[in-house]
């Protein structure tokens, strides 16, 4: 339990990092690399408190060019582009530089005068950051983020427009101090539905500053990001990262949203499943120690009540527990295999007394295969026959475990034969069920049936199961039945019943095995000429002699030379013969089959 604590704990610990990965609440959905070659002028960023309709239009007339915002999609430009147009009414034109579409008011004094930058930002509800980031003069980007809920797009005082144009020469940043209140506010509802509406929209300074530019902090209306925690990072609340689409150059990187999300789903199931694991392991182990303990005392028990030291009264406090019952049947049940006689009636009356035969009934008609067979057990082992329904139901089941379960309670169960259940059996009756069938004849001194009422059966397998044990327990009054049996039509039970009809010298068989021989099959073949062996007769030593003249099969050829010779005189003279005669051949096979030396 030490172990599994430990494990617990340096998961948990691991877990832990993740509480940090707060993101940067300022990147917004499109953002851009601007770490490219610096513009060649200087770029102004004005951050004051009074921008005006009136105001931009002035600052339009100077000698200076005004970026109003760069986009990564040129229909996110375009949009800008014609609402500024719209509401401005002066001309705002759209520039491709450095893979973004920027709009611009006075473009063309791009190259040859300084570039003021006014951010634009919405009264809107917030429906998406934006991030703007700033060149310094060693090339590293930082990022300022402009939020949506302003009342005015960065405005930016009249007054102070001129102060800003003379400072842009000396590449500094003038802040007046006193703002003018807007007379008509610049409120660009329609600019935010334009630029809202896209996922991945971006405002950013991408001119870059020659000379030392200051990033001035947000204005004071604007709040300030709050970093993500514990709280809000699985929860789909607050700020969480779940709850906001993240693009990275254009492209959306939400299949690592997905990722870290699998991982942790993983590792949370890796978490259960390894307590699940660990608790029904010691489980099992303490059920396997309780039953050791409880299997030595019921034997003891048990042994004493057949000896007569105790009564069975001492059983009934076992009895009331499911767990502790199932352990005294099978400790009963492996008691049992010892006794005889009076003894095991002994045990069979209180197996019944405690109402374990229930218990076995009940698992006899369990839908789970394993539990049924554990039923079919115990019902043989005490003699039950109100299972047998059940049982002869599993008969033919596609369970080739409870088919032979089955099968062997069918023998010990059955009221009016042993082996009533061949005549029921449909599925396939394998050779190992054959053997065991026959091992609990032997082991139980079961009376042996007539098996030559099964030679007629539909099932084949059934067919050979009899030949087998008709040959096994010589029942030769069975030959006129196993006559019928050679012409069967599948050629596995016409060969085995050739094979029996030669182990147990039904001669009567020899004149259709002689007829049948031409339309059988090679094997079926052999096995007539092996068992014509087995039973000599003169009158075959012509069909012999033939099948040695006209069979190409060597196999074939010795088999015949070997029946032949179990004639006796008659058939050694008939060898020495072919040995004279002009077929080299026949004398190969002729001395290999005589020479005493090889048999």
Request: aromatic residues 8%.
């Amino acid at each position: 339990m030490k172990r599994s604590m430990i494990i617990l704990v340096a998961f948990a610990l691991s877990l832990l990092p993740l509480t940090g990965m707060t993101g940067d609440p300022c990147y917004a959905s499109d953002s851009a690399d601007v770490a490219g070659s610096p513009s060649p002028m200087t770029t102004l960023t004005t951050f004051s408190s009074g921008l005006t309709v009136e105001g931009i239009v002035s600052l339009s007339r100077g000698n200076f060019a005004i970026q109003m915002g760069a986009f990564s999609r040129l229909a996110n430009a375009e949009k800008l582009s014609s609402r500024l147009e719209e509401i401005l009414e002066i001309n705002v034109e759209i520039v491709e530089e450095e893979g973004m579409y920027k709009v611009f008011i006075n473009s063309e004094l791009r190259e040859s005068a300084p570039s003021l930058f006014v951010p634009v930002s919405f009264n809107e509800p917030a429906r998406r950051r934006t991030t703007h980031l700033a060149a310094d003069a060693g090339g590293k980007a930082e990022s300022v983020s402009s939020r949506s809920d302003i009342s005015v797009a960065s405005p930016v005082n009249i007054a102070a427009s001129a102060a800003s144009i003379g400072a842009s020469r000396e590449s500094t940043v003038t802040h007046p101090d006193s703002t003018v209140a807007p007379p008509d506010t610049l409120t660009t509802e329609g600019v935010a539905d334009a630029v809202a509406e896209q996922s991945d929209t971006t405002a950013i300074q991408s001119a870059a500053a020659t000379g030392d530019a200051e990033v001035i902090p947000p204005a004071a209306g604007e709040e300030t990001a709050v970093g993500r925690g514990i709280d809000n990072l699985f929860f789909l609340k607050g700020n969480s990262p779940w709850l906001t689409r993240f693009n990275y150059f254009g492209k959306s990187v939400a299949l690592v949203n997905a990722l870290i999300f699998t991982i942790i789903a993983s590792m949370a199931t890796m978490l259960i499943l390894l307590l699940v694991i660990l608790l029904n392991r010691n489980r099992m182990e303490k059920e396997a120690k309780l039953r050791q303990y409880l299997m030595e005392q019921y034997q003891s028990l048990i042994v004493d009540y057949l000896f007569g030291n105790t009564g069975s009264e001492q059983f009934m406090k076992i009895a009331s527990d499911n767990f502790r019952r199932q352990v005294l049947i099978d400790q009963m049940i492996d008691v049992s295999v010892n006794l005889k006689g009076e003894s095991e009636e002994k045990l069979m009356n209180l197996y019944r007394e405690l109402n374990l035969d229930q218990d076995s009934l009940a698992r006899a008609r369990s839908r789970k295969w394993h539990k049924k067979i554990k039923g079919f057990r115990e019902l043989a082992f005490v003699g039950i026959t109100d299972g047998n329904d059940e049982i002869y139901r599993a008969l033919n089941s596609r369970n080739e475990i409870l088919r032979m379960e089955a099968q062997i309670a069918l023998v010990r169960l059955s009221d009016k034969g042993h082996f009533e259940f061949l005549s029921q059996l449909k599925r396939p009756f394998s050779l190992w069920e054959q053997i065991t069938l026959h091992d609990l004849i032997i082991q139980h001194e079961l009376p042996v049936p007539a098996f030559s009422q099964w030679l007629s059966s539909e099932n084949p397998t059934v067919v050979m199961f009899a030949l087998r044990m008709i040959r096994e327990f010589k029942q030769k009054d069975a030959e006129q039945e196993i006559k019928k049996v050679l012409l069967h039509r599948d050629p596995a039970v016409s060969q085995l019943a050739v094979e029996v009809a030669g182990d147990l010298d039904m001669r009567s068989t020899l004149d259709t095995m002689k007829r049948m021989y031409k339309f059988q099959e090679y094997n079926n073949c052999l096995e007539i000429v092996k068992s014509m062996g087995k039973m000599p007769e003169q009158a075959l030593l012509g069909f012999l002699k033939l099948v040695l003249d006209k069979e190409d099969d060597v196999q074939l050829q010795i088999e015949a030379v070997k029946a032949i010779e179990n004639m006796g005189e008659p058939g050694v003279q008939a060898l020495v013969k072919v040995m004279k005669s002009e077929y080299k051949n026949y004398n190969i096979i002729v001395r290999h089959v005589l020479d005493r030396r090889i048999y």
